[in-house]
């Protein structure tokens, strides 16, 4: 997944301690990444857009509604932050009617390779388009975006963790500047030494950035997110490997995930929601199909409850649906209003 611009000079040598920023952007998209490597993140872990088919048609149904809000224009975007290997981008121009997947270009945003086998009619970049007319589309992206990591020390004070490649922490300088005003404003640690925060900042410029490249349309970020009312006392930094949960080792075997404080990245106009809510808005429901359809067509009924198994992961309280929805429309009304 694209993150921010990688400086693979240095590295985090076995001995050398890093912020957890540093680290993790090494880890993640240095010469040795993760995200570069050629399974991609669906060879670790299960995202929406793998889980079913039903999330890239919610989001084409989306990219419609912006379509018509839009006046139906003659080119209609839709660009795929952080594309892994543009699983939903080619699921989106694939469920989209006729007349308006004829009009549309997609954009797949990466530091990956392009996959060989990626239709040719999706471009592959590594910086999302400027002035786009459309739907930029942010799944699970600015989790992957590295930030710093604090915990508040014996005497109270908030410092940086610092790690080295093993995984090994320890405390270093105090937080300060911009850091620690935005700790102060988005995620103020209580005098409790062992309390832990993620640094949301880059987060906040890397989705105020892509947003800014939609001209006219709808900007959505789709994440793990927790709100200021309800942060979690010691982070959520985390790592994934081969589909299971792991320590958060900065060495490029694992991914390195953190949950979004998607509030601070609102911008003004913006409207946070549930996954659970804007997918039923966009019409996807985990309701059994009726029995009856069971003895008139019974591969009908076996494929409706297959969906409708889909659909419940997709809405799932504690999973899935529980996902935020950060949405920005620039220049029309809220699609799901």
């Not at 946070?272 to 199909?289: F, I, N």
């Not at 992961?313 to 009304?333: K, R, S, V």
């Amino acid at each position: 997944m694209a993150g921010e611009t990688v400086d693979t000079a240095a590295g985090a040598a076995a001995g050398e301690w890093l912020g957890w920023r540093a680290a993790t952007r090494e880890a993640l998209y240095g010469e040795q990444g993760f995200y570069l490597r050629p399974e991609g993140p669906a060879g670790h872990f299960r995202t929406s857009v793998h889980a079913s088919p039903l999330f890239a048609g919610a989001v084409a149904r989306l990219l419609c509604r912006v379509d018509e809000a839009l006046g139906r224009p003659a080119s209609l975007g839709f660009v795929d932050m952080g594309a892994g290997r543009g699983e939903l981008v080619t699921g989106v121009l694939g469920a989209l009617p006729p007349e308006v997947a004829a009009r549309a270009r997609g954009y797949a945003v990466e530091l990956a390779d392009r996959p060989v086998d990626l239709d040719h009619r999706i471009e592959w970049l590594t910086e999302p388009p400027a002035g786009l007319t459309g739907l930029l589309f942010a799944n699970e992206w600015l989790d992957n975006v590295p930030v710093e990591v604090a915990e508040v020390d014996p005497a109270g004070v908030p410092r940086l963790v610092l790690v080295r490649r093993d995984g090994t922490e320890r405390l270093g300088e105090p937080v300060s500047g911009a850091d620690a005003e935005w700790l102060a404003r988005w995620w103020p640690l209580p005098p409790e030494p062992g309390t832990r925060a993620e640094i949301g900042l880059p987060r906040d410029t890397a989705w105020a950035a892509a947003r800014a490249t939609v001209g006219r349309g709808l900007a959505v970020a789709v994440d793990y997110a927790h709100p200021a009312d309800a942060r979690p006392p010691f982070g959520t930094l985390t790592g994934f490997r081969a589909g299971r949960e792991t320590a958060p080792v900065p060495d490029g075997s694992c991914d390195l995930t953190a949950h979004v404080a998607l509030d601070a990245c609102a911008g003004p106009g913006a409207r946070l929601l549930t996954q659970r809510e804007a997918l039923h808005a966009l019409g996807v429901a985990g309701g059994r199909p009726p029995l009856s359809l069971a003895s008139t067509d019974p591969a009908a009924y076996v494929r409706a409850l297959a969906g409708a198994g889909e659909a419940a992961e997709l809405t799932a309280t504690g999973g899935l649906g529980d996902f935020g929805w950060l949405m920005e429309p620039a220049g029309i009304p809220d699609p799901l209003l």
